[in-house]
T-cell receptor
Framework: AQTVTQSQPEMSVQEAETVTLSCTYD???????LFWYKQPPSRQMILVIR??????QNATENRFSVNFQKAAKSFSLKISDSQLGDAAMYFC????????????FGQGTRLTINP | NAGVMQNPRHLVRRRGQEARLRCSPM?????VYWYRQLPEEGLKFMVY????????ESGMPKERFSAEFPKEGPSILRIQQVVRGDSAAYFC??????????????FGQGTRLTVV
């Protein structure tokens, strides 16, 4: 079974600075998908960025980018120019291409932005 | 196009009562997933349904929990004889038929169940 580990329960960053959230995963599959979700206090799960394992190029979405290291099974999220609205819980998730294609989530990292 | 609708947003039940959580997927979506989030934890998969069929219920507790997605109407997650340990946020996500795994799963805002 796949597992996802986020080793940083909490992180904080100064507004306008850059922060990196860590995520590692374990799988025996060669093709899969990885996601970062943001969960603000409203509880709404918001997709931040996605990465397809067969693509070597790291995904980027405006201020958000990932460092995908397939051999190391690492998938970190970098947030540049942090804004107050980025404060939230961030979850890394793995999605298999087989069967139910369910999401396997990490434990989450609570990100605080200091003004 | 309305998003995934879950109701109620908050539900309080006494121990031993039944809880019914509803999820209306996005229009055109026929795949529904239920996840549970315990306090300070990530979401855990419970069950995956397509219209009138349970496809994968490997994350469902063996007793007291059931789910359905009828041909007409919302998907229902039912918890019978609730206990304090059932207190959690329950999320529903939907995706379209034939969706690729990189397709975004659209989440509802969740139902927070509190058992007193």
């Amino acid at each position: 079974a796949q597992t996802v580990t986020q080793s940083q329960p909490e992180m904080s960053v100064q507004e306008a600075e850059t922060v990196t959230l860590s995520c590692t995963y374990d799988t025996s599959e060669s093709d899969y998908y990885l996601f970062w979700y943001k969960q603000p206090p409203s509880r709404q799960m918001i997709l931040v960025i996605r990465q397809e394992a067969y693509k070597q190029q790291n995904a980027t979405e405006n201020r958000f980018s990932v460092n995908f290291q397939k051999a190391a099974k690492s998938f970190s999220l970098k947030i540049s120019d942090s804004q107050l609205g980025d404060a939230a819980m961030y979850f890394c998730a793995y999605r298999t291409i087989q069967g139910a294609q369910k999401l396997v989530f990490g434990q989450g990292t609570r990100l605080t932005i200091n003004p | 196009n309305a998003g995934v609708m879950q109701n109620p947003r908050h539900l309080v039940r006494r121990r031993g009562q039944e809880a019914r959580l509803r999820c209306s997927p996005m229009k055109g979506h026929s795949h529904v997933y239920w996840y549970r989030q315990l306090p300070e934890e990530g979401l855990k998969f419970m069950v995956y349904l397509q219209k009138e069929n349970i496809i994968d219920e490997s994350g469902m507790p063996k007793e007291r929990f059931s789910a359905e997605f009828p041909k007409e109407g919302p998907s229902i997650l039912r918890i019978q004889q609730v206990v304090r340990g059932d207190s959690a946020a329950y999320f529903c996500a939907s995706s379209p038929p034939g969706g690729r795994p990189n397709t975004e799963a659209f989440f509802g805002q969740g139902t927070r169940l509190t058992v007193v």
